[in-house]
């Protein structure tokens, strides 16, 4: 067993001060993780985050793996020790997937979404590894008020369907398994892709005349909520849908406002539906307020959208 030194940043009570804790952390076989999609706006943060505790291993095109092939796919799993497998990759530009819906099977978001994720749940079945996938908000129709992880998917667009089907292949599998379905992830910087908060941050910068939905409900989430959410599955015996999220939804017209608030901007907004925003585009579904119970009686916290970016808006001040 190798002993590897990390240091932890602690708050005392007292005074909001910060001191250096030096810990001795045992690496093992858990230690070690497989991870697909870790080259994305997600898996970037969490390697950024988790790196000192455990060794990532990134199976995704950017590493010279195709998650499309399984023979590349059971090579590259079978070569390791790791016992978690983290599968993030997907296809999920909601309108590029509904444009390929018309090829069905042979299109990239069913090849990656679906395709990818047999392969990716074939191989841990093969070789005993547990599957941690995370899913998405999305295989939902959106016409209940809250969503909790008992109520029935029935996605709406064919990203959200592409996705469900991975959710069945492995739910269908005997592998030990956890569905994370995560919602309009965000964070303080990424330059190979904007989240919707950086992007209607810049587009208020730029004084353009932004668009808020009245009628769209979602529940975006912290990244680094994640990341520590990740942290402890990893680590745990649970199994099972999990859905891990922000404390809060609301209107995309609501978030606009609170993101002009905090930075100190006063934009041109205008009040637009769903309808009228989303016209000759995928359909989206109407409410998407979930509901993350089940985590919080794991202890696990999930900040609100409000305490979320008050954190985006530290980061950036201090150099993140």
Not at 46 to 59: G, N, P, Q, S, Y
Request: hydrophobic content about 35%.
């Amino acid at each position: 067993m190798v002993q590897t030194k990390f240091k932890m940043v602690e708050k005392t009570e007292t005074g909001g001060l910060s001191k250096i804790l030096s810990k001795s952390v045992s690496r093992n076989m858990n230690t070690h993780v497989l991870a697909t999609g870790m080259s994305g706006l997600v898996g970037t943060r969490i390697r950024e985050l988790l790196c000192d505790e455990f060794e990532f291993t990134d199976l995704s095109y950017t590493t010279g793996i195709d998650i499309t092939n399984y023979d590349d796919v059971l090579s590259h799993i079978e070569s390791t020790q790791a016992k978690t497998i983290i599968h993030m990759a997907a296809k999920t530009e909601v309108d590029a997937c509904e444009d390929e819906k018309i090829l069905g099977e042979d299109g990239k978001c069913w090849l990656v979404n679906v395709v990818g994720t047999e392969n990716v749940v074939s191989a841990a079945k093969k070789t005993g590894k547990k599957i941690i996938y995370i899913s998405t908000d999305f295989v939902f129709d959106g016409t209940k008020d809250t969503y909790d992880e008992d109520d029935s998917p029935n996605p709406v667009n064919w990203y959200g369907y592409t996705k469900f089907e991975g959710e069945k292949i492995i739910q269908d599998s005997s592998v030990d398994y956890l569905i994370i379905r995560i919602a309009y992830p965000y964070r303080a910087y990424f330059q190979e892709k904007k989240d919707f908060v950086r992007r209607i941050l810049e587009n208020i910068k730029s004084k353009k005349r932004i668009s808020g939905l009245t009628d769209h409900i979602f529940t975006p989430t912290f990244i680094d909520d994640i990341a520590n959410a990740l942290r402890f599955f990893i680590n745990s015996n649970n199994q099972g849908i999990y859905h891990v999220v922000g404390s809060q939804s609301l209107t995309v017209y609501d978030a606009v406002r609170k993101i002009a608030d905090l930075f100190s901007y006063k934009p041109d907004i205008e009040a637009v539906t769903r309808q009228a925003y989303f016209k000759n585009r995928a359909f989206r579904p109407f409410k998407l307020s979930l509901k993350n119970d089940k985590i919080s009686k794991l202890g696990l916290t999930m900040k609100t959208f409000d305490e979320g970016l008050r954190t985006v808006k530290d980061q950036l001040e201090t150099a993140y």
